[in-house]
Structure formats: C-alpha cells, structure tokens
C-alpha cells in the first residue's frame, strides 16, 4: 500500500517562529504536493513538486517555501508563521501523468499563537 | 483560483436513500477525480473519471461527465452511516497536469 506520511499529527507553534512540515512517501511518486485546508474554502495549493529540486507555485504560496532534495521528501517551510496560516496542510504524491490519482497523508494540524 | 466547485454544499439523507452531488469546473480538462474525506483525515481516492468518458460506475458510486457544460455528479446508492463524510472533486488544470485543484467539498451526512 502506498504510505504518505506527515511528521506531525498536531502542531503548536509561536508567531514568528520557523516551522517546517515534513512528508514523505514510499511509492517513489515522482509529484509531491502541499494544500492547506481551512473551512469553507476547501483544498488550495500551496506548492507542488514534480521532480527533485524542482517546484511550482501553487494559488498560494505566499509566506510559504518548499524543499525537495530527495525524492520522496516534500517539506513545507514557513518562514515566519503567523496566526493567519493556522490551518490543516495535506500532503499528497502521485505518479507524473495526466490521469493518476493522488495518496494523502493523514494530515498537520497546526495552531499558531 | 478553485477549479471545481461542488453542489450542495451540505446533503442530509436517511440510510437507503441515494445521494446525490455535483461538481462545476471551469476551463478543460484531462480528467475529473472524486475523493472522500472523513472528519480531521486525509482524502482517499475514489474513482477517476477521463475526459473522453461520460459514465463510470465502481460499487455504489457512479459518476458521470459532461465536457459540453463541464459538470460532473457523483452518485452514491443504497447510502449507508459509513458514508458520512466530504466529498471532493479534483481536476487537473494545468498543461502538465500535474497539479490536482480541488473544489470546496459536499459535507454528506447519513443518519440510521
């Protein structure tokens, strides 16, 4: 089975702090992605990965960075968490290629205060 | 921007009854992708649906596509307590078609 794991469950975090959300998967997924889920409003894309060191904007990236140096590791960094990017972030990875779905991990819930 | 946009927002139903949803999208696409999500989880996959396809069926799901008036329904019969969950569309807009945009979700609700 496909695992897409993120490294935490529940997060609490300081404003001003850097915060850095982990994901990794083990299908080797060539695509990595990073959405925010607030309610209301749904899924939007934060960034999105489709190869190593490669990376695209998502609908909103601001206040946000990504890294991806292996393969299978899509971290999420905020550079300066603020009480607005209080949220749930998803990860999801798939395959390159127009009809492939996409596995998700369970899910960050983070609190900034 | 949002791509897909689902309808209704909330369905309550009673056990046994068909559910019903819909999701509108705006510019083309690959293909259309539904996903559940139960409450405070990830979303799980449910059924893909191509662009030169109108109708798919997996269990009691059903799912159909109109290209013309870029809408699909999600269809799910013989509801059951289990189901209780949101419900997502998701397509692909860019030219690479790498990127799933989702829309703002159906919040289904079955009561026993």
């Known amino acids: 089975d496909v695992k897409v794991t993120q490294s935490s469950r529940y997060l609490v975090k300081r404003t001003g702090e850097k915060v850095f959300l982990e994901c990794v998967q083990d299908?080797?997924?060539?695509?990595m992605f990073w959405y925010r889920q607030d309610p209301g409003l749904g899924l939007r894309l934060i960034y999105f990965?489709?190869?190593?060191?490669?990376?695209e904007k998502g609908d909103i990236p601001e206040g946000y960075s990504v890294s991806r140096e292996k393969k299978e590791r899509f971290s999420l960094i905020l550079e300066s968490a603020s009480t607005n990017q209080t949220s749930m972030y998803l990860c999801?990875?798939?395959?390159?290629?127009?009809?492939?779905?996409?596995?998700f991990g369970q899910g960050t819930r983070l609190t900034v205060v | 921007s949002q791509q897909g946009e689902e309808d209704p927002q909330a369905l309550s139903i009673q056990e046994g009854e068909n559910a019903t949803m819909n999701c509108s999208y705006k510019?083309?696409?690959?293909?259309l992708q539904w996903y559940r999500q139960n409450s405070g989880r990830g979303l799980v996959h449910l059924i893909l649906?191509?662009?030169?396809?109108r109708e798919k069926h997996s269990g009691r799901l059903r799912v159909t596509l109109d290209t013309s008036k870029k809408s699909s329904s999600l269809l799910i019969t013989a509801s059951r307590a289990a189901d209780t969950a949101s419900y997502f569309c998701?397509?692909?807009?860019?030219?690479?078609?790498?990127?799933?945009?989702f829309g703002k979700g159906t919040t289904l609700s079955v009561s026993s």
């Open positions: 998701a397509t692909d807009a860019n030219q690479a078609g790498t990127a799933l945009i």
């Open positions: 649906i191509r662009s030169n396809e």
């Open positions: 299908m080797d997924h060539e695509n």
């Open positions: 990965s489709y190869d190593v060191k490669m990376k």
């Open positions: 510019t083309s696409i690959n293909n």
């Open positions: 999801a990875s798939s395959y390159r290629g127009i009809r492939t779905e996409a596995f």
